[in-house]
C-alpha cells in the first residue's frame, strides 16, 4: 500500500500550513513569532543594528545596552528550570520579559543551533535532524560528529546573523570548547564570528567579559554543555543535573558580576529534556525472542535506513514501501508516538513555512515522534542512545520551550 504522491506547492519548494499546536498535544514551532529563529535579530535590532527586526518585543529589556553575551545552555528547557528553580536561584530571579520561545523541529542541538544562527527554520538552513540520511545514498550523517563531507557551506546555504552582524559592524564572537573548531556544524552555524575556545567555565567567564570590551557594539555567543550531557546519562530528574544545574547558576552569576553596566546577559537554551525509564523503551534491534522481538520484527520491514534519534525517528523507506511503513509503525506504536509521512510533518509545518527543494529528501519518508515516556532506540546500532536516561527530540512542550532570561551588568 502506497500513497499518492504530494504535489509541490509551487515550484523548487514545499509550502506548509500555518504553525498550531494539534489537541493530540503536538506542538508545532512558532517559527515567525516565538521561535528561536527570531532571538538574535531581535537582540540586534535592540543594540541598534540596521536590517534586523525586534519581532519578539525584546527592546524595552535592552534599552541603553551596547554588548550582550548570549549564553545557551545546552538541555535548560524551561520546564526543566521551573522545576528546579531552587537549584538556579540566579537564573530565575532573572527577568523574563518575553516568555518562553520554541526550540526548532526536531528540538535537538545541531537543529536548533542552526535556526538560532541563521534566523531561518530547518527547512530553509537545511539541517533537519540530528542524524539524516545524505540524499541519493544510505549513508548517515550525524551533525555533532561531521567534518567537511558534505560541504558546510552546501548543505547549510543560508546567510548567518553572526555574518550580517559582523558586516553591519558588529563585534561579534563565538565562545565554546576546542574540539568544535573546524567541525561542519561549526563551519554551518557560526560562520562570521570569531571563536573563541574555553576550556572550561571560568575561561568562558573570562571571554564573555573580555570579549564584550572594545568599545563597539557586541554579541558574543557562549555554549555550555555540561548540563546537556549530565542530563543524558543520569537524568533531569537526578540530584546529578540539579547539582550540575546549580553550577550554572554559578556562571551566570560570575558572568552578572563581572561584566560592564553597559551590557546584557541573556541566558536561553536549545531545547528541553525528560527522563524515560528502561521500560519506556522500544529496542529497534530486540532479538526475536526479547519482549519487543515481535515489534522489531513489525517495524523492520520496508525500512532501508533508520536516522534522527530515540525521540524523533527519521525512516528511508525502500522503494514504494512508503505506505505499509506509515501503517506499520502507526499501528505498532499506537498512542506512543504521532506517526506521519514526510508529507503531513511539512503540511503540519514542523520544519517551517518552506522547505527548499534541495532539503525535502533529507527528511525520512516516515517520521516517528514520541509521546510522553517513550523512546524508540536500537541497542546494537545506537547503544551509547540506548543506555541514556533524558532524551529529547519530539515536540512536546518540555522538549520544545526554552527559557529566555536576561541581566544587566
Not at 546567510?159 to 559592524?169: K, S, W
Request: hydrophobic letters at 45%; aromatic letters at 6%; a negative charge.
Amino acid at each position: 500500500m502506497t500513497g499518492a504522491p504530494h504535489p509541490l506547492a509551487e515550484p523548487g519548494r514545499r509550502q506548509a500550513g500555518p504553525n498550531h499546536s494539534r489537541s493530540d498535544g503536538l506542538s508545532v514551532p512558532a517559527y515567525g513569532r516565538s521561535s528561536l529563529a527570531e532571538l538574535l535579530p531581535a537582540i540586534l535590532a535592540g543594540l541598534g543594528v540596521a536590517g534586523f527586526v525586534d519581532l519578539l518585543g525584546l527592546a524595552p529589556a535592552l534599552a541603553g545596552v551596547r554588548r550582550v553575551v548570549l549564553l545557551l545552555v545546552d538541555g535548560l528547557g524551561e520546564h526543566n528550570l521551573a522545576a528546579n528553580s531552587e537549584a538556579a536561584p540566579v537564573i530565575a530571579s532573572l527577568p523574563s520579559p518575553i516568555g518562553a520561545l520554541q526550540a526548532a523541529s526536531p528540538s535537538t542541538t545541531p537543529v536548533s543551533l542552526a535556526t538560532l544562527s541563521t534566523g531561518v527554520p530547518p527547512g530553509e538552513h537545511g539541517i533537519v535532524g540530528f542524524t539524516v540520511a545524505v540524499p541519493g545514498t544510505d549513508r548517515l550523517l550525524t551533525h555533532i560528529e561531521w567534518g567537511t563531507d558534505p560541504s558546510p557551506k552546501e548543505w547549510q546555504p543560508a546567510r548567518t546573523i553572526f555574518e550580517r552582524a559582523a558586516q553591519a559592524g558588529v563585534s561579534v564572537h563565538a565562545a565554546g570548547p576546542a574540539r568544535f573548531i573546524g567541525s561542519g556544524l561549526t563551519e554551518a552555524t557560526y560562520r562570521g564570528a570569531s571563536y573563541l575556545t574555553a576550556v572550561g567555565p571560568g575561561d568562558l567567564v573570562a571571554r564573555a567579559v573580555s570579549a564584550t570590551g572594545d568599545g563597539r557594539p557586541s554579541l558574543l555567543y557562549a555554549y555550555h554543555g555540561n548540563l546537556d550531557m549530565t542530563g543524558h546519562i543520569r537524568g533531569c530528574a537526578s540530584d546529578a543535573w540539579r547539582f550540575e544545574l546549580g553550577q550554572v547558576d554559578a556562571l551566570v552569576a560570575s558572568i552578572l558580576t563581572f561584566m560592564k553596566p553597559d551590557t546584557a546577559l541573556v541566558v536561553t537554551a536549545d531545547h528541553g529534556m525528560l527522563d524515560v525509564a528502561t521500560d519506556g523503551k522500544l529496542d529497534l534491534d530486540a532479538n526475536r525472542d526479547a519482549p519487543d522481538g515481535a515489534d522489531a520484527a513489525a517495524l523492520a520491514a520496508g525500512v532501508r535506513v533508520v536516522a534522527g534519534e530515540p525521540r524523533a525517528r527519521f525512516l528511508y523507506t525502500q522503494a514504494g514501501a512508503t505506505g505499509d511503513v506509515l501503517a506499520a509503525w502507526s499501528a505498532v506504536l499506537g498512542e506512543r508516538a504521532w506517526v506521519m509521512s514526510r508529507e503531513q510533518a511539512i503540511d503540519e509545518g514542523l520544519f517551517g513555512p518552506t522547505v527548499l527543494a534541495g532539503h525535502v529528501e533529507r527528511i525520512g519518508n516516515v517520521l516517528a515522534w514520541a509521546r510522553g515516556s517513550f523512546a524508540i532506540t536500537a541497542s546494537r546500532r545506537e547503544p551509547g542512545a540506548h543506555s541514556l536516561i533524558g532524551y529529547h527530540g519530539s515536540l512536546t512542550a518540555a522538549e520544545l520551550d526554552v527559557p529566555v532570561r536576561i541581566g544587566r551588568g
